[in-house]
Nanobody, 116 residues
Framework: QVQLVESGGDSVQAGGSLRLSCAAS????????MGWYRQAPGKQRELVAT???????NYADSVKDRFTISRDNAKNTVYLQMDVLKPEDTAVYYC??????????WGQGTQVTVSS
């Protein structure tokens, strides 16, 4: 199985930047895709960005041109670079991995707070 360990969540002012990291570890696995979801209190968890095993990236409209998802396969780590943060970006951000064997894995979540 796979464990996902997240880091990088913090409190920042509007317009600031954060870089979230998610390190995957465990037995050998292949990635179908990885991504970041977020959930604000009282709201549904929503997709933020994904990156497939082939490197294809997708973003929610609300974060396009501000967030960048990337990965370092050597480190088994996926990143979310968040720039020009807005108060509405405040949420718990969850790392997600779907293996090639169609098994879902979730990180524990990391809090991002953007103050106005």
């Amino acid at each position: 199985q796979v464990q996902l360990v997240e880091s990088g969540g913090d409190s920042v002012q509007a317009g600031g930047s954060l870089r979230l990291s998610c390190a995957a570890s465990g037995s050998s696995f292949s990635v179908k895709f990885m991504g970041w979801y977020r959930q604000a209190p009282g709201k549904q968890r929503e997709l933020v960005a994904t990156i497939t095993g082939g490197g294809t990236k997708n973003y929610a409209d609300s974060v396009k041109d501000r967030f960048t998802i990337s990965r370092d396969n050597a480190k088994n780590t996926v990143y979310l670079q968040m720039d020009v943060l807005k108060p509405e970006d405040t949420a718990v951000y969850y790392c997600y991995l779907m293996s090639a064997r169609w098994v879902n894995y979730w990180g524990q979540g990391t809090q991002v707070t953007v103050s106005s």
